[in-house]
């Protein structure tokens, strides 16, 4: 079912001011590669569907981020009204879980999404700022030391 999967990085725009990034990947799921099983797809087909997607997609974005990096993640299909977004969060809290979460929370209201006309998703990371950094360069100009 992998081998349906298809995404593909658009763009890469990083941030130097926020020190953040931003990704956006469109993702295709070619549905006469899909198992016979899987065509005609149940709610639970698409469901596996759309995890494994997501799986493939947090593996492929959290490889080379550290775990308090926060992360967002919005995902936009053409049926959709509005774009569908996580809460930005630490990239050690990001589940494949909770993204279905959000994602078939809408999904279960609309009947005409359809999985192989693509859909955008848009990766948010933010590099968050260490405290003790900060704490110890204000002590240090302040004669503590």
């Known amino acids: 079912m992998e081998s ?12 130097r001011r926020f ?16 198992p016979d099983e899987a065509k005609g797809a149940s709610i639970v087909d698409i469901v596996h569907i759309v995890r494994l997607l997501f799986m493939i997609l947090l593996r492929k974005v959290k490889s080379n981020l550290a775990p308090t990096v926060l992360i967002r ?5 053409p049926k959709l ?3 569908i977004s996580t809460h930005l969060m630490r990239v050690a809290d990001m589940k494949v879980k909770r993204i279905l979460s959000f994602i078939l ?22 590099q ?4 003790w950094s ?6 240090y100009e302040f004669g503590v030391f």
Request: zero cysteines; a negative charge.
């Open 105 to 126: 929370r809408v999904l279960q209201t609309k009947d005409d999404i359809l999985l192989d006309e693509g859909f955008n998703i848009q990766v948010i990371t933010i």
């Open 134 to 139: 900060i704490i110890s360069l204000n002590e």
């Open 81 to 83: 009204d509005n774009p």
């Open 128 to 131: 968050e700022e260490q405290e």
């Open 19 to 34: 020190d953040s990034e931003e990704v956006n990947f469109q993702a295709l799921i070619d549905t006469d590669r899909l």
């Open 73 to 77: 993640f919005s995902f936009d299909a």
């Open 4 to 15: 349906a999967i298809t995404i593909h990085e658009k763009s890469r725009i990083p941030n």
